[in-house]
């Protein structure tokens, strides 16, 4: 398969790049790892004009501490989160995810500004975004702006970025220390996208409460989504088994998946409730009050 | 479309070329430089028999551009074998343990599996599993595969090679 003809161009310039993607409107689309762009144009459901080629740009690279949250330049790999020290340390649940998303040689291409700006629903990272709370850095020729992960995205491939628009990093604030956290995915195989996953992010008190409970939800919507009543109903719980099977209801009750070949929709939606109940028990063991 | 110069090394020699921009890296090696080892599979990313190796990530060139690897340092399983013409540690390990029926997941297979060992020198069983699951072999089954590649490990290590038991 042989995609249609296009234009290159590598920008070494958040400035370049964005002064290209003007230059060239519509025809133009930036490139990550393209493991999701290169496909679609390979069976030409995607005909840009111009590549702006996003991996000359040092500047979206890297992962760093700034005050209680962590950026991670957009560019950076899935398998650089996996062998970051630091994400290890502060935010473990982004290496169990990255772990899960394709196979090796996708995770050595594939950047995290991509598998959340795609605004794909099979995507795991938007889940977890929600879930922790993230904020995404846009920036445009007319500036910069920031936009919450859990106001970013507006149905499948529609997003808050403009036409113009590149994601730049991505700035988490970091879960307090003896947080648990869990990301459950449930595929097919290697390299398949979720038939449903769940990812939590949850702390305790000494007393074995829960203190604070968050909850994305991947490809069971058109979006991912963000299970707000579903975790508030646990906070105060010691997670007994009623008020969980209360709190996975209310995640399923938000899902609209599609019937597809992973599935009828039924079947998906008790499976974000079995990914669910998996998450959550898996980060009540990790929690430390 | 215009035509765009690249410049990469390729088994230790530089290369430059004039390619489209849309040429993709797998077609430019098999096509320009009839390096056919890398194989043609799936074309959509799954299969992995397009595994090349590329400033030192394994990386599937079905789903790259050729112009995205100016500047690269590229290794296919034509560049594998010792300078001296011996074979490498993993291609040994893949004739003596049967490692492969076909064929054709080879050189996929081996080029990733030098990826897997430069990081990893002593993987165990359910690491190597892990690390070669984006390449797919239709017919051994794996298991000679994993043990071709605990062959070459021990090997790489100077240690003997011990086959698991059944």
Same mark, same amino acid.
């Given at each position: 398969?042989?995609? +249609?003809?296009?234009?290159?161009?590598?920008?070494?310039?958040?400035?370049?790049?964005?002064?290209?993607?003007?230059?060239?409107?519509?025809?133009?689309?930036?490139?990550?790892?393209?493991?999701?762009?290169?496909?679609?144009?390979?069976?030409?459901?995607?005909?840009?004009?111009?590549?702006?080629?996003?991996?000359?740009?040092?500047?979206?690279?890297?992962?760093?501490?700034?005050? +209680?949250?962590?950026?991670? /330049?957009?560019?950076?790999?899935?398998?650089?989160?996996? +062998?970051?020290?630091?994400?290890?340390?502060? =935010?473990?649940?982004?290496?169990?995810?990255?772990?899960?998303?394709?196979?090796?040689?996708?995770?050595?291409?594939?950047?995290? +500004?991509?598998?959340?700006?795609?605004?794909?629903?099979?995507?795991?990272?938007?889940?977890?975004?929600?879930?922790?709370?993230?904020?995404?850095?846009?920036?445009?020729?007319?500036?910069?702006?920031?936009?919450?992960?859990?106001?970013?995205?507006?149905?499948?491939?529609?997003?808050?970025?403009?036409?113009?628009?590149?994601?730049?990093?991505?700035? =988490?604030?970091?879960?307090?220390?003896?947080?648990?956290?869990?990301?459950?995915?449930?595929?097919?195989?290697?390299?398949?996208?979720?038939?449903?996953?769940?990812?939590?992010?949850?702390?305790?008190?000494?007393?074995?409460?829960?203190?604070?409970?968050? =909850? /994305?939800?991947?490809?069971?919507?058109?979006?991912?989504?963000?299970?707000?009543?579903?975790?508030? =109903?646990?906070?105060?719980?010691?997670?007994?088994?009623?008020?969980?099977?209360?709190?996975?209801?209310?995640?399923?009750?938000?899902?609209?998946?599609?019937?597809?070949?992973?599935?009828?929709?039924?079947?998906?939606?008790?499976?974000?409730?079995?990914?669910?109940?998996?998450?959550?028990?898996?980060?009540?063991?990790?929690?430390?009050? | 479309?215009?035509?765009?110069?690249?410049?990469?090394?390729?088994?230790?020699?530089?290369?430059?070329?004039?390619?489209?921009?849309?040429?993709?890296?797998?077609?430019?090696?098999?096509?320009?430089?009839?390096?056919?080892?890398?194989?043609?599979?799936?074309?959509?990313?799954?299969?992995?028999?397009?595994?090349?190796?590329?400033?030192?990530?394994?990386?599937?060139?079905?789903?790259?551009?050729?112009?995205?690897?100016?500047?690269?340092?590229?290794?296919?399983?034509?560049?594998?074998?010792?300078?001296?013409?011996?074979?490498?540690?993993?291609?040994?390990?893949?004739?003596?343990?049967?490692?492969?029926?076909?064929?054709?997941?080879?050189?996929?297979?081996?080029?990733?599996?030098?990826?897997?060992?430069?990081?990893?020198?002593?993987?165990?069983?359910?690491?190597?599993?892990?690390?070669?699951?984006?390449?797919?072999?239709?017919?051994?089954?794996?298991?000679?595969?994993?043990?071709?590649?605990?062959?070459?490990?021990?090997?790489?290590?100077?240690?003997?090679?011990?086959?698991?038991?059944?």
């Amino acid at each position: 398969m042989i995609p +249609g003809p296009f234009a290159y161009h590598r920008p070494t310039s958040v400035k370049d790049a964005l002064a290209l993607l003007a230059d060239l409107g519509d025809e133009a689309r930036p490139l990550a790892g393209g493991h999701s762009l290169i496909p679609m144009m390979k069976l030409r459901l995607a005909t840009p004009g111009h590549l702006v080629d996003l991996a000359g740009v040092a500047d979206l690279k890297g992962i760093r501490a700034e005050g +209680g949250d962590i950026v991670i /330049g957009a560019m950076t790999t899935q398998h650089e989160l996996v +062998g970051s020290d630091l994400l290890a340390r502060k =935010i473990p649940i982004l290496r169990e995810t990255s772990l899960l998303i394709a196979d090796p040689q996708v995770r050595y291409v594939g950047t995290l +500004g991509g598998n959340v700006a795609n605004g794909d629903p099979g995507n795991d990272m938007p889940a977890v975004m929600l879930c922790l709370g993230a904020t995404y850095h846009v920036s445009g020729k007319g500036g910069d702006r920031r936009v919450a992960a859990r106001e970013f995205y507006q149905g499948a491939y529609f997003t808050a970025l403009e036409p113009g628009e590149i994601l730049s990093a991505i700035r =988490i604030p970091v879960p307090v220390a003896g947080h648990g956290h869990a990301y459950q995915k449930l595929k097919r195989k290697i390299g398949d996208y979720a038939t449903a996953a769940a990812a939590v992010v949850l702390t305790l008190k000494g007393g074995g409460e829960v203190a604070s409970c968050s =909850i /994305g939800l991947t490809n069971v919507a058109e979006t991912p989504l963000w299970a707000e009543d579903a975790a508030n =109903i646990l906070v105060g719980s010691r997670l007994d088994a009623a008020t969980v099977k209360q709190a996975v209801a209310a995640a399923e009750a938000i899902t609209s998946p599609a019937s597809d070949q992973r599935g009828p929709a039924q079947y998906r939606t008790k499976m974000a409730g079995v990914m669910l109940a998996r998450a959550l028990a898996r980060a009540k063991e990790r929690a430390r009050p | 479309m215009a035509k765009t110069q690249i410049s990469m090394t390729v088994n230790g020699a530089a290369v430059d070329a004039l390619v489209e921009p849309r040429t993709l890296l797998i077609h430019f090696l098999r096509e320009q430089l009839n390096l056919t080892g890398p194989h043609i599979g799936c074309d959509t990313s799954h299969c992995g028999a397009c595994t090349i190796d590329l400033d030192g990530r394994s990386v599937k060139s079905c789903t790259m551009f050729a112009v995205q690897a100016i500047g690269a340092d590229i290794r296919t399983i034509e560049g594998m074998a010792n300078a001296d013409g011996t074979l490498h540690a993993l291609q040994e390990g893949f004739r003596e343990m049967h490692g492969l029926q076909c064929g054709f997941c080879t050189p996929g297979m081996i080029v990733r599996a030098y990826r897997l060992l430069q990081e990893n020198a002593s993987p165990s069983e359910e690491e190597i599993r892990f690390g070669i699951s984006g390449n797919l072999c239709r017919c051994t089954g794996y298991q000679n595969i994993v043990k071709a590649i605990q062959y070459a490990a021990a090997k790489l290590n100077g240690v003997p090679f011990q086959e698991a038991a059944e």
